[in-house]
């Protein structure tokens, strides 16, 4: 089959996402048409993560993140010429859009040029981004992208649930990962300076509370911030954000170490020697990076949102929280009832392996193309 990958934020956990489907449905061709937010992620760096066998590259020049009629129309137009060139050039099978920006504007596209095997994942209901206006016009744009065809496939029970509360038909496949080999998929740190990266080192008796991804809205960092600036005074607590973004200027609490992004196993050693996996998103489609820590055996404390709490298996691998002070005082529960953890680590990962395997979703996903 030739399959053709249409993504604006090529990096972090959508990144993460197209790579799994391309490393396992090798047999088939994979064209990505992609977009690059170079203060995340360079594309260079992304690709170089990808298999070269069954992959091909396309840039898509013009797209971008804000909403901005003139630049989204130009987007629109270089995306639809994309596609149009390969359809006329030889048969597509499927066209797969990911996220909401490539949603709208690649089903719009798909319709003119006359392509009918139109997948939409939106890895993130894109109607709980921002305040109730904001959140009103996405829900339009949804409903008014799913005019135009095109089957929408939701990563988690609870966005499942969210698109279809607003009218829109969806399915489900939820998001998977590998629990064997090289299980963890975040992707390379960017070189910002030449200088070696220095992993910081648990000291004896430090309670350890991680986190990964981008340091952007999305991932609430002043929420984790305000969690970590209650354990300042405390030494013997520590926090731990991998990645980079935007918003790193709002983690000021004298407790949080940021790393940049790393590489594969520097993350897995990182993870591996922390207590808790901390989420503070405000949605998520179904996190990679929580999934990754729960193969890693670490008990997870997320928020209670849009696919987070998908994760959290009846509180045996962790808890799901609403307020700072919620947070807080689980991981104080935590951190003096340590014996727990390696139970509620073993639940992680047994949770992982029945309901989030890799192997689930992409064979669902490849009879959906061919369908």
């Not at 639809?80 to 060139?85: A, C, S």
């Not at 949603?103 to 719009?108: D, Y």
């Amino acid at each position: 089959m030739k399959i053709v990958h249409v993504v604006e934020p090529f990096a972090s956990g959508i990144a993460t996402f197209v790579r799994s489907l391309v490393e396992n449905l090798q047999d088939d061709l994979h064209i990505i048409v992609h977009g690059e937010r170079q203060y995340l992620m360079s594309s260079a760096e992304v690709k170089q993560r990808f298999p070269k066998g069954n992959v091909r590259f396309i840039r898509w020049k013009s797209a971008q993140r804000e909403i901005n009629f003139r630049k989204d129309t130009a987007a629109f137009m270089e995306l639809y010429t994309i596609l149009k060139r390969l359809k006329k050039r030889f048969h597509i099978d499927a066209v797969h859009l990911h996220s909401s920006k490539s949603g709208f504007l690649g089903r719009v596209a798909c319709r003119m040029a006359g392509i009918d095997t139109v997948v939409y994942t939106p890895n993130g209901a894109p109607f709980f981004v921002g305040n109730r206006f904001t959140n009103y016009v996405y829900k339009q744009l949804e409903r008014l992208g799913s005019a135009f065809g095109g089957r929408v496939v939701c990563c988690s029970p609870s966005e499942w649930k969210a698109y279809n509360a607003i009218g829109i038909k969806a399915l489900n496949i939820n998001n998977g990962v590998a629990m064997e080999e090289e299980p963890f998929a975040l992707l390379p740190r960017l070189s910002f300076s030449s200088a070696p990266v220095k992993l910081p080192e648990l000291k004896p008796g430090k309670f350890r509370v991680v986190t990964s991804g981008r340091i952007e809205g999305q991932k609430n960092p002043a929420l984790f911030n305000a969690i970590a600036k209650y354990f300042e005074e405390f030494h013997d607590f520590e926090f731990l954000w991998i990645g980079e973004g935007g918003d790193r200027e709002l983690l000021t609490a004298k407790n949080i170490m940021i790393t940049g992004w790393l590489s594969t196993e520097e993350t897995k050693t990182l993870i591996a020697q922390s207590q808790v996996y901390l989420s503070t998103s405000h949605f998520e489609g179904l996190p990679f990076a929580v999934l990754e820590a729960m193969v890693l055996k670490k008990p997870v404390l997320l928020t209670d949102c849009i696919g987070n709490r998908d994760i959290v298996n009846k509180r045996s691998n962790g808890d799901l929280f609403n307020t700072e002070d919620e947070a807080i005082i689980k991981i104080l529960q935590y951190h003096n009832n340590r014996d727990m953890l390696d139970v509620m680590g073993e639940y992680s990962q047994q949770h992982c392996e029945q309901s989030f395997d890799v192997y689930s979703t992409f064979t669902s996903y490849r009879s959906l193309y061919k369908s």
